[in-house]
């Protein structure tokens, strides 16, 4: 059976992907830029994906449709995850707190611009709002967190269903999302008020985190059966054919994604991301070759780059605006936070191998 903590591949796509997010936030102009970005949005959707790839990898549970089983495992995931995400969002919430008190604003008038019955109803309804970010740093990525928590407590609370209608939850919700995605390009609509436009809309626990999950899962559990299969073999054996329809899938998605982007424009996801994804799933199955490094760093940082990197976007900002560093092109910003990036969450901590920048595995 596949074991994440070898699956050297994973690590190093993982890293990459990391990467890929930063240029979500920080993208690259022009018409490179625009094709890049579609590729990128793969990213995401492979978070989800991986982390159900290996939700029940090693336990039978899931196999068995043992409900209590499912439960217990499920519970000692979501505490791990609650305490990466305590740990994230502290650390965010106080960037927010020190920017907008140096800017002037007091304790009181913070916490009511973040917590107030609008922005709860934003928060636990799809995940995003200024719960999680506001002006300090202007990009939500935690709701990618805070998806995985509502993933983690619906699958513990549909236990029973998981065994047998797992397969069609995900391509119902995948479909929910992607007939989205046509209503904003064709007949946009105003859920709740709120333009169909709006990013969370489709870019949720509902519509994004749980059918991609899922969709991990669903592999994860053919792929593991496919190993058990050739018991004794070593993993490129197991593997059998997923190779070539691996490497096509990942480099049809990619075309898949530019296409879409230049007929459609630019969406959440295209269903080259998803095309991708499962692509890269695949491979992972051959296991090739990664080198002695980088893929340490994708276990040592790709989570940390994730979910840190918004507040190194903010701090050049910041440190930009206010004449403190020069200024820098849209084309070096990228670049330079996936440098930082690099070197704050995976160089360093690979060189000094300090606990706390250890990749926070729990949640990918």
């Known amino acids: 059976m596949t074991n994440k903590k070898d699956n050297e591949f994973l690590y190093l796509i993982k890293l990459i992907a990391s990467l890929f997010v930063i240029t979500i936030h ?9 094709g890049f970005g579609s590729i990128s949005r793969f990213a995401v959707p492979f978070f989800f994906a991986v982390s159900g ?6 336990s039978d549970v899931l196999r068995k449709g043992d409900v209590p089983g499912i439960r217990s495992h499920m519970a000692k995931k979501l505490l791990k995850l609650l305490k990466v995400t305590a740990i994230v969002y502290f650390i965010h919430t106080l960037f927010s707190l020190t920017v907008n008190m140096l800017q002037g604003m007091s304790i009181g008038e913070w916490f009511s611009m973040k917590y107030n019955a609008y922005e709860a109803f934003i928060f636990f309804l799809f995940n995003s709002g200024r719960f999680i970010y506001d002006g300090s740093y202007v990009f939500d990525h935690m709701w990618y967190l805070f998806a995985m928590i509502y993933v983690y407590v619906l699958i513990m609370i549909f236990a029973p269903l998981m065994k047998r209608f797992k397969t069609v939850v995900m ?3 995948l479909g929910l999302l992607f007939f989205g995605q046509w209503l904003r390009i064709y007949y946009p609509i105003r859920p709740f008020d709120i333009s169909i436009h709006t990013p969370f809309m489709l870019r949720n626990w509902l519509l994004f985190g749980m059918p991609f999950v899922l969709l991990g899962v669903v592999m994860g559990q053919y792929l593991d059966d496919h190993g058990h299969k050739s018991l004794g ?6 593997a059998g054919g997923f190779g070539k329809p691996g490497i096509i899938m990942v480099a049809a998605g990619m075309v898949m994604s530019v296409i879409e982007d230049r007929i459609f424009g630019s969406q959440e996801i295209f269903i080259g991301s998803v095309v991708i994804v499962i692509g890269i799933l695949l491979l992972s199955e051959i296991r090739p070759s990664c080198g002695k490094f980088l893929w340490k760093l994708g276990k040592m940082g790709a989570s940390n780059i994730y979910f840190y990197h918004v507040l190194l976007i ?12 020069p200024g820098y ?13 690099l070197i704050i969450f995976a160089i360093i901590p690979f060189v000094i191998k300090k606990g706390y920048l250890d990749e926070q595995t729990a949640v990918s």
């Open 53 to 58: 790839r290996f939700l029940f990898s090693g």
């Open 171 to 173: 391509a119902l919700l």
């Open 26 to 34: 920080a993208p690259f102009p022009g018409f490179f830029g625009d």
């Open 329 to 341: 092109t849209m084309w070096q910003k990228p670049l330079i936070v996936m440098a930082l990036s």
């Open 233 to 238: 073999k070593e993993p490129a054996n197991n």
């Open 314 to 325: 903010a701090v050049l900002d910041l440190l930009s605006q206010n004449g403190i560093i």
